[in-house]
Nanobody, 124 residues
Framework: QVQLVESGGGLVQAGGSLRLSCAASGSTFSWYVMGWFRQAPGKEREFVTAISQSGRKTDYADSVKGRFTSSRDNNKNTVFLQMNSLKPEDTAVYYC?????????????????WGQGTQVTVSS
């Protein structure tokens, strides 16, 4: 069992930045691939990024490439999502999730545990 708690969301103007954090507990953090997903009102949940256990491999959705960066600190059991050049269409609830195995899946159903989410709102 893994518990995940996201933080760092908020309201920001377009062009601004936010840094999300996801703190994990309950298991060996370094075993897991970490993913970020988001869900906007009335839309399906979508993949944002995934990061390997070591942090050396990452994958990003095309919509966030060049603007978002994921990283992790295995000593602190925390994964981060640095979001720059934010756009109104980035407005969503952002969730972190974990999965066992090495594949950086973009599919939500491949992930085993989820956080409660943190709201990000980007005003125009």
């Amino acid at each position: 069992q893994v518990q995940l708690v996201e933080s760092g969301g908020g309201l920001v103007q377009a062009g601004g930045s936010l840094r999300l954090s996801c703190a994990a507990s309950g298991s060996t953090f370094s075993w897991y691939v970490m993913g970020w997903f988001r869900q906007a009102p009335g839309k399906e949940r979508e993949f944002v990024t995934a990061i390997s256990q070591s942090g050396r491999k990452t994958d990003y959705a095309d919509s966030v490439k060049g603007r978002f960066t994921s990283s992790r600190d295995n000593n602190k059991n925390t994964v981060f999502l640095q979001m720059n050049s934010l756009k109104p269409e980035d407005t969503a609830v952002y969730y972190c999730a974990v999965r066992q195995g090495n594949f950086l899946s973009t599919r939500g159903y491949d992930y085993d545990y989820w956080g409660q989410g943190t709201q990000v709102t980007v005003s125009s």
